[in-house]
């Protein structure tokens, strides 16, 4: 029997082209793909994932690829179905870079530059004011947001003191925060497929914010990587052990090197407006990721 696999990818900002793309090409390659898989509308019965009338988990490989409608149940669904049949991301790597702290950790400990951090238990906000002592400027994060959403910039010690009572309402068992870096408002983002350079982009904060995310008012330009930033991309990813990474990175203005700021599991491609602007680095991400797919579901087929 042929080939096939399951796929789950986003449909806006000309996502369901890509799709189509995907789709043809694994074709050419006898390799049948399942679009359309929201684990969201599956049910678990008899030891198996179906969705509608598809075995999920007798596929040969599940793609999913849409950030933006994923729930926890889906993403329950995902963790089940990744222990039976490989899934791209991981759902290892998925799950680590969803947590900016627990991805800073390992990238430091592998000796990786990202931006000083601590982790503070809920009860001790006297080290939070200790560390605000040493850093002057702190971010605050959620360890699991994504497009600039819920980052609050702590400028000085009274803004500290007058966050803390929030912070503690918001019921959290841990505080994660970075020091701000200084740094020009703009970044890269480096696309990364299995382990391979794909295409990069910088984007810069709008006028009023300081946070390069589209969503907090930054936009995208045409930027060109060093080897610098290239090599620290596809080491982040090797660290993560991710094979499709959209890594943050800006320059440290102090430390006068580059810091990576997070790792982006989905990142998205270019749309057909950036596509325009001259970000073209589509088709070879495609092209990677099927070359992957093929490699991942016939070492799988051998077995
Ligand atoms: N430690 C920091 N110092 C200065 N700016 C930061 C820092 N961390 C994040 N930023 C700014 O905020 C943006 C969003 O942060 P990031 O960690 O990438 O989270 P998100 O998942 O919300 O994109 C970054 O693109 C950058 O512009
Ligand atoms: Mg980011």
Request: hydrophobic content about 35%; some cysteine; aromatic content about 10%.
């Amino acid at each position: 029997m042929g080939r096939r696999i399951g796929m789950w990818m986003y449909s806006n900002s000309g996502g369901d082209k890509i799709e189509k793309k995907i789709v043809k090409k694994l074709k050419e390659r006898d390799i049948d793909v399942i679009t359309g898989i929201n684990l969201r509308h599956a049910i678990v019965k008899k030891g198996h994932i179906l969705h509608g009338k598809t075995k999920v988990d007798e596929l040969d490989l599940f793609f999913s690829y849409n950030a933006g409608e994923q729930t926890q149940y889906q993403v329950y669904l995902y963790e089940a179905l990744s222990r039976v049949i490989p899934t791209i991301n991981s759902f290892e790597a998925f799950r680590l870079t969803e947590d900016k702290f627990q991805t800073s950790f390992l990238l430091q400990h592998h000796g990786i530059p990202t931006p000083e951090f601590q982790l503070c238990h809920r009860d001790d906000s006297k080290q939070l004011n200790r560390i605000m002592k040493k850093w002057s400027k702190m971010v605050y994060k959620p360890t699991d947001g994504w497009g600039g959403v819920g980052l609050t910039k702590i400028e000085n010690e009274e803004m500290l003191n007058m966050l803390m009572p929030f912070l503690n309402q918001m019921d959290l068992r841990f505080f994660y925060v970075e020091k701000f870096v200084k740094y020009d408002n703009t970044d890269f983002r480096v696309d990364i497929v299995d382990g391979k350079f794909v295409g990069c982009y910088g984007r810069k904060a709008g006028k009023r914010d300081w946070r390069t995310n589209v969503t907090s008012g930054g936009s995208v330009f045409k930027r060109e990587p060093n080897d610098e930033v290239v090599e620290l991309a596809i080491k982040a990813a090797e660290v993560c052990g991710i094979d499709i990474a959209g890594v943050d990175i800006i320059y440290d203005q102090e430390r006068e090197e580059y810091v990576v700021l997070e790792v982006n599991g989905i990142p998205a491609f270019a749309t057909p407006e950036q596509e325009k602007m001259g970000l073209d680095f589509n088709d070879r991400k495609i092209d990677l990721i099927v070359d992957l797919i093929d490699r991942k579901t016939r070492k799988r087929k051998k077995k």
